[in-house]
């Protein structure tokens, strides 16, 4: 499977602040790439570059063998972005945005008004297409800025946050949706801070914190770093040979100290607490807390991370 993505070194400034810094990675053609990282991480910055909409300080962007910086017209044809805040018109009906941002496309006549009933037939809502915005529910304006993004037939769509501050009903929808044209052939970068969306839809994901990747694997094989899970330890002091002695148990993969925690990475989390415990015990060191983090992209994000995703 060839890449239609290629991100080399990239990195974006905002004077003192690294909004994005250094990272790299590929997106493969027809696969959900999700970025999934805590508000504030970079996606946000890293969509608008690849978008086009936001200039790089450095690096290098090739979307469909096409460069971002000096080919910007090609890959506008071949890009849709449905960007985080609702780019809608209030006060028009949902054909009238649809007709407005398709002509921007470069859309027109005939060729316009059926894409536009498309694209109203996979969202859902061609019988709502003549009701202005300002009568639609926040799940519906969410699906109809998705649908602005898939007039002009993207070859790579790029959903930034699509499902903040949908109802339950509607996340569901854009879900299938999202799944629906994936399985029609189209490529999708789909950020989000909400880790059973990425475990739910994605191929592979990119972990993003502080402006750089911290992790890029399937969720799976993510997941499956932890293990049985991972122990948190929380003590006053470092007690060097427990430590040493907890790393000889059978069950441990790994022990870490780090800012007052020991992290116990185990093949087997009952069995390595019974070890762990006993060895603590026997030492007479105290406990103040502990924390067992079940194996999923939010432990693994708090693994790599020390927070949690919605930090």
């Not at 949902?94 to 398709?102: I, K, Q, T």
Request: proline share 4%; net charge neutral.
């Amino acid at each position: 499977m060839s890449n239609i993505v290629q991100v080399n070194d990239l990195s974006k400034t905002y004077g003192d602040q690294t909004a994005v810094n250094r990272i790299s990675f590929a997106i493969r053609e027809g696969e959900i790439f999700g970025l999934l990282g805590p508000n504030g991480a970079g996606k946000t910055t890293t969509i608008s570059i690849l978008s086009t909409l936001l200039a790089p300080n450095a690096g290098e962007i090739k979307i469909a063998g096409y460069d971002v910086r000096r080919e910007t017209a090609r890959v506008k044809e071949i890009v849709g972005i449905v960007p985080q805040e609702l780019a809608l018109y209030p006060t028009l009906s949902a054909r009238d945005n649809l007709e407005f941002f398709g002509q921007i496309y470069g859309l027109r006549g005939r060729a316009l008004k059926a894409r536009i009933e498309e694209a109203l037939e996979i969202v859902g809502l061609r019988a709502r297409g003549d009701d202005v915005i300002e009568t639609f529910s926040g799940g519906m304006k969410r699906r109809i800025n998705l649908a602005a993004g898939l007039l002009h037939k993207p070859k790579i769509l790029f959903l930034d946050e699509p499902t903040v501050g949908v109802d339950p009903q509607s996340r569901n929808f854009i879900f299938e949706n999202v799944q629906r044209l994936n399985q029609d052939g189209m490529t999708i970068l789909y950020t989000t801070h909400y880790m059973e969306e990425a475990e739910r839809l994605c191929h592979r994901v990119a972990i993003i914190d502080q402006g750089k990747i911290v992790a890029l694997d399937t969720p799976h094989a993510l997941i499956a770093m932890l293990g049985g899970g991972v122990i948190h330890i929380g003590l006053r002091e470092s007690p060097n040979n427990v430590i040493e002695q907890v790393r000889t148990f059978g069950a441990v993969k790994t022990a870490q100290w780090a800012d007052g925690k020991l992290a116990v990475q185990t093949h087997n989390v009952n069995a390595a607490l019974v070890g762990v415990i006993n060895a603590f015990n026997a030492a007479n060191v105290p406990i103040n807390s502990l924390e067992i983090l079940e194996p999923n992209l939010e432990s693994v994000f708090l693994h790599l991370t020390g927070k949690h995703l919605r930090d």
